[in-house]
């Protein structure tokens, strides 16, 4: 049976912007690179270069995986059938099928230089399937508190390493978008940050980075994404000489409401901005929202909140 649509819904249909886009097949090395470069001055610069290291095994994962992506099964099938996430973050990790991309980002580690990144690599190495399947749990359900601050960035990676290759792997990527506006329509984890579009079409439009698998899915902008308001938000940034005013590449979208926020990225003001390396270079900013009663609710599983 097919539909006919009116002229009205055509122009609506073809006017409408794409529901998602796909990272990149280069992410992880487009994400080292930035880290590296925003290293250089920030407070944080070793712990940038740390990840950005990270983010080179991380490719190294995507560019060779330690295993085939799962094939395409009949629940991923009824998935999207019903509008679901068929790479359900709450259900894979504990099937536990990413542990091979620890074992092989593990493998793939350098041995550290430091006597704490040492002692990490070990306790992490030593560690049992069961273990790393809890830890994995708790990071993607942002019980941060229950992993070890300094395992964080290894189970991190490896976790976002797998996600991203099994979306790239779908045979289908006729995903719908899901219940929630923080919501990934592949896996259904939360979004990291949003990033404003600047070239094309669709100048301007917001889409949401999954903290996870790395899909970007649009969101309207100036509405709270957690409480759905639009009144009263309002926008902070980091004071920085090189910036004019209002031409900040990232600022906080404060919600006056339920007190949460969210960074956004400007790519008009900063084409080479990434959403994880611009969160963790503006740890500062965090710092100065909590002190303002915002809370954050944008997990990033690089980084154990409070942690060194």
């Not at 190294?60 to 094939?71: I, K, T």
């Not at 991190?156 to 289908?172: D, E, R, T, V, Y």
């Amino acid at each position: 049976m097919s539909t006919i649509l009116e002229p009205g819904q055509i122009e609506a249909a073809a006017s409408s912007p794409p529901l998602l886009y796909l990272p990149p097949a280069n992410l992880f090395t487009l994400r080292a690179a930035r880290l590296d470069a925003l290293a250089e001055g920030n407070a944080l610069g070793d712990y940038l270069r740390l990840i950005a290291g990270l983010c080179r095994i991380q490719q190294s994962l995507l560019d060779q995986p330690p295993v085939a992506a799962p094939a395409e099964t009949e629940r991923q099938r009824l998935c999207a059938e019903h509008g679901l996430p068929p790479l359900a973050a709450d259900s894979l990790v504990r099937e536990g099928q990413w542990l091979a991309y620890l074992d092989a980002l593990l493998q793939r580690y350098p041995t550290p230089a430091s006597a704490e990144l040492l002692a990490a690599v070990s306790a992490l190495s030593a560690s049992s399937a069961e273990q790393r399947k809890l830890w994995g749990i708790a990071l993607l359900t942002g019980q941060f508190s229950a992993v070890p601050a300094a395992l964080v960035p290894f189970l991190g990676a490896a976790l976002q390493a797998a996600w991203s290759h099994w979306l790239l792997s779908l045979a289908s990527t006729e995903l719908k978008a899901g219940d929630s506006l923080c919501q990934c329509p592949a896996c259904g984890s939360p979004p990291m940050a949003g990033v404003i579009r600047h070239r094309g079409k669709y100048n301007g439009l917001r889409y949401l980075v999954c903290s996870l698998c790395a899909c970007e899915w649009h969101v309207v902008r100036v509405k709270c994404i957690y409480c759905e308001q639009s009144k009263g938000l309002t926008y902070f940034n980091l004071e920085d000489d090189r910036h004019a005013a209002g031409k900040a590449p990232l600022r906080a979208e404060c919600c006056p409401g339920c007190k949460s926020y969210l960074k956004q990225i400007y790519l008009e003001c900063d084409a080479d901005a990434e959403a994880l390396s611009a969160d963790l270079a503006s740890l500062a900013l965090d710092l100065r929202l909590d002190q303002e009663g915002y809370q954050r609710l944008a997990p990033n599983l690089m980084l154990a909140p409070g942690g060194e």
